[in-house]
């Protein structure tokens, strides 16, 4: 989403608030079963330095790391980003600075902030739950759906 901070960067407005949300387009690569609803507010910190206070709330559709399963993950989360007309510093050590948002044209893009930080609070192994019993390591079966009769002394490790 785009939205217009010129009276922000002026000074005539202190503050915006909004609440949409996200389009899937927006949200490349990422597959929902609930698109993320995004509440914020953008604030001026300096002359021509904006701050983003963002809430996030999705259910994003995630693959089970044990059984390969598609399930539905709960994500609700926030995060706070800067907006800057600054280019960023390449040249050097980087610091807090070197990791704002650029506002184009009075305008800022918050579509891809909001599509990054879901990325950053995604859990790092996705189990469909804590009990997922996973796959036969012989047969491939989802051992949470079905029995098999396999026996892990059917196993032979080559080396």
Do not use: W
């Amino acid at each position: 989403m785009n939205i217009d901070v010129k009276e922000l960067l002026e000074g005539k407005i202190l503050s915006t608030s909004f609440h949409y949300i996200e389009t899937q387009e927006a949200m490349e690569g990422l597959t929902f079963d609930t698109l993320p609803e995004v509440e914020g507010k953008l604030k001026r910190i300096e002359r021509r330095k904006l701050l983003l206070t963002c809430r996030v709330k999705t259910k994003i559709l995630l693959e089970c790391s044990r059984c390969l399963d598609i399930y539905p993950q709960e994500l609700e989360f926030s995060y706070e980003e800067v907006y800057t007309e600054e280019p960023f510093r390449i040249i050097g050590k980087l610091t807090e600075e070197d990791f704002k948002y650029t506002i184009e044209n009075n305008m800022v893009d918050i579509s891809s902030s909001v599509r990054e930080n879901i990325i950053m609070n995604l859990p790092i192994k996705p189990l469909c739950s804590k009990d997922c019993k996973g796959l036969c390591p012989i047969c491939g079966k989802n051992l949470n759906r079905e029995k098999c009769n396999c026996s892990l002394e059917d196993i032979t490790i080559e080396y």
